[in-house]
């Protein structure tokens, strides 16, 4: 009656416990308490190889910049708005990242392009009017390369772009993607739709999310603002909530919770040495 009170669970013939004698119900707590550590191991290793999983698909960090610039390699005019929600500058806490075509200073236009990892011609391909022909003068660009896992991903991120310009046609914002670089924002042409200004800004457009869909395997993004004619007038990208879709269904791991995760299997394996 005993073994049927503390389960049914037979071992194989070639199981360490199947040879054991004594009485019944002996046996049978030997068999259930054998029974749980296999399947307590089965847990842990299962816990284990899922952290690491997701850890592999490693994706955006800091990608809404409450701790700064962290974890981003910057380039030029670089920072980060710290304003309340209620400011106009971020989206999703109190920061955001901010890149600026800078007036003045030393021209680095060709140190950005190297950085970024974009030709002149391939910025003036999205630069609006098109045809633009002045020199690009000065500006910033922040960049982080981040992994997708099998099956893919979608990227999203929240922009914004802040201008003093008056005479258009000068100033410009984009995002590069694995050496694709893409427009956002542009005091030229009429694509770009300005409001009201924000942070010392005359004016800005609204926040814009864009998303694009990635494949699995690693990608290097950038965003990055740039100067043309110099107007002595700056303006500015807002960058924020970068994320991929994954990560908020599925938050990655923090290395403390993987090492908590690996303690568990020492200290399980220790336990099981002691006990045979």
């Known amino acids: 009656m005993a073994h049927n009170v503390l389960g ?3 071992p194989h013939a070639d199981h360490p416990n199947s040879a054991q004698s ?3 119900l002996g046996l049978s707590i030997t068999l259930s308490h054998t029974y749980r550590g296999h399947h307590m191991k089965r847990v842990l290793l299962s816990a284990l190889l899922a952290a690491t999983a997701l850890q592999a698909s490693a994706g955006i960090v800091n990608g809404s910049f409450e701790s700064g610039l962290t974890s981003w390699t910057t ?8 304003n309340p929600p209620t400011s106009g500058t971020t989206t999703d806490g109190f920061k955001s990242a901010r890149v600026t075509a800078l007036f ?4 680095n236009a060709a140190g950005l392009e190297a950085f970024v990892g ?11 009017p098109a045809g633009y022909t002045p020199a690009f003068i000065n500006g910033g660009a922040i960049q982080q390369t981040f992994t997708v896992g099998a099956g893919g991903d979608t990227l999203q991120f929240d922009w914004r772009f802040a201008t003093n310009e008056t005479t258009l046609a000068n ?3 984009f995002f590069v993607l694995d050496g694709i670089a893409l427009a956002l924002g542009d005091t030229g042409g009429t694509g770009t739709v300005f409001g009201s200004g924000v942070a010392g800004y005359t004016r800005a457009t609204d926040w814009i999310t864009r998303t694009v869909p990635l494949g699995a395997g690693s990608h290097t993004l950038s965003f990055a603002a740039l100067q043309g004619a110099n107007t002595n007038r700056e303006s500015s990208l807002l960058v924020d909530k970068v ?13 403390v919770s993987l090492g908590l995760v690996g303690l568990g299997l020492l200290a399980f394996g220790c336990n099981r040495r002691r006990k045979a």
């Open 243 to 255: 994320r991929l879709q994954s990560d908020a269904a599925a938050p990655i791991p923090e290395p």
């Open 8 to 10: 049914s669970h037979v």
């Open 104 to 107: 003045g200073g030393a021209n």
């Open 75 to 82: 380039f030029g005019s670089t920072g980060v708005f710290d």
């Open 22 to 24: 004594g009485p019944r």
């Open 171 to 173: 100033d410009f914002s």
């Open 118 to 128: 974009v030709s002149d011609a391939a910025l003036r391909a999205i630069k609006s």
